[in-house]
């Protein structure tokens, strides 16, 4: 019990820290089957994972990316863009391999059992099978970082996703020097992790000052 505990504690969103070695064929099986075996709703497991190493199309979704960092960063000011100038915030070439997730809302039929009330519940089930392949990285010793600055019809087009099929993540997978003991956002003063009891409520929501 100790050991799940230490790798959630240990779990970082990796980027400087990647050092290009290729993923051993077994590691990477034993981290896409942690991931296949997330709870989904309806028991659909609506996920596809895009393995992509190819430098090229690396590459070019580092371009997209340090585009969309350039107009996020257009609209900060003062220190506020100061602090986000020192946060790297991909690590697609350096890692080798991008992991692309998407989801399929069509997976399991068309009456998906649990899904009729929450229509997102298919992407939460994607989300938990990211949080398996996280943890399961994390475990086997490789960094994760997952990249956030992009258009979803750019990766969609990417990576040959059809149109029913929603882009989630890029995640850059690989072998690190390192897990940072704290996270560069906190590290570099961006945000810091709030209390455990600021957001637990007993019964009811109660509004925190």
């Not at 077994?26 to 992509?52: I, N």
């Not at 190819?54 to 969309?68: G, I, K, M, W």
């Not at 059809?162 to 940072?180: D, N, Y």
Request: proline letters at 5%.
């Amino acid at each position: 019990m100790n050991d799940l505990y230490d790798v959630i504690n240990r779990r970082r969103d990796t980027r400087r820290e990647f050092t290009g070695e290729p993923v051993a064929p077994e590691v990477l099986q034993r981290v896409l089957a942690a991931a296949h075996c997330a709870p989904s709703v309806g028991m659909s497991q609506p996920w596809d994972f895009v393995l992509v190493r190819a430098a090229s199309t690396l590459a070019s979704f580092r371009s997209h990316v340090d585009a969309e960092r350039s107009t996020y960063a257009a609209t900060l000011d003062g220190e506020r863009s100061e602090t986000f100038d020192k946060i790297k915030v991909e690590g697609i070439v350096e890692s080798g391999l991008g992991i692309v997730v998407g989801y399929d809302p069509s997976r399991g039929g068309p009456n998906v059992l649990g899904r009729h009330a929450i229509a997102d519940a298919g992407l939460y089930s994607v989300v938990c099978a990211i949080q398996n392949l996280w943890l399961a990285a994390t475990a086997e010793g490789l960094g994760v970082g997952w990249v956030s600055f992009y258009r979803e019809e750019f990766l969609r087009d990417l990576v040959g996703f059809p149109a029913h099929v929603r882009p989630v993540a890029w995640l850059c997978v690989g072998a690190v020097s390192e897990l940072p003991d704290v996270p560069d956002l906190e590290r570099f003063g961006w945000r810091h992790r709030s209390p455990l009891e600021g957001v637990v409520h007993a019964e009811r929501y109660s509004a925190r000052e």
